[in-house]
């Protein structure tokens, strides 16, 4: 993932660089939670800017910004709940509260995939499979916290999909002929891809 990381350059999105390089959350999750809660402000305004001036293109960027302040936040209130798990004091309402915030992210990244599609916008695409293959990951996680195994295994095979996807992009040009994007997620996807085949094989799943 650092490999990956070091390679991420796009200005367009580098905002989440960190949310496309792991599912780690700083120690500090309050800190973390609050200065999530602004992004999504900030690109709810961002999103509702475009949709008023018909930037369909952009505001469709906006909620693909959004789809990953969610999905990190998903994430770190799952790493709270590890943390507490870790000293016997789980609270279960983190989550709910988790689950809700992921459903939120996988919702906002899905809206995202057909316009991107049809605008050949591949880069912004890859990286939105990407998003939803992390997504799917956290909720696989979720579900075994929860003992629930068979959702467990569909959202682990739901992540691979996704991620596959998501590399099947990289020698895919934008309208403009760019690939550096797509590469760069491929990047991500396959190096994630591979830790949730361990994990869906862990459960049971098979090999994909």
């Known amino acids: 993932m650092a490999r990956c990381a070091a390679g991420f350059s796009n200005a367009a999105i580098d905002v989440n660089a960190i949310a496309a390089s792991s599912t780690e959350v700083p120690a500090d999750s309050a800190a973390a939670e609050a200065a999530l809660s602004t992004a999504r402000i900030h690109y709810l305004l961002a999103r509702d800017l475009a949709q008023q001036q018909q930037v369909r293109e952009l505001a469709d960027v906006a909620n693909l910004m959004l789809a990953s302040a969610h999905r990190l936040s998903g994430e770190g209130q799952l790493f709270a709940f590890n943390q507490q798990q870790a000293v016997g004091e789980p609270s279960t309402a983190l989550l709910e509260q988790a ?17 991107f599609r049809q605008l050949r916008r591949f880069g912004f695409l890859a990286y939105a499979l990407n998003g939803l293959g992390l997504t799917a990951r956290a909720q696989g996680y979720l579900e075994r916290q929860q003992a629930a195994l068979e959702p467990a295994r569909q959202a682990y095979a739901d992540a691979l999909d996704h991620l596959r996807a998501c590399s099947a992009l990289r020698d895919q040009q934008d309208r403009n002929g760019d690939l550096e994007l797509q590469k760069k997620m491929d990047c991500f996807c396959t190096a994630t891809g591979a830790e949730v085949e361990q994990e869906y094989i862990n459960l049971g799943g098979g090999e994909g």
Do not use: W
């Open 99 to 115: 689950r809700a915030q992921l459903a939120q992210a996988d919702q906002l990244y899905r809206g995202t995939i057909e316009p």
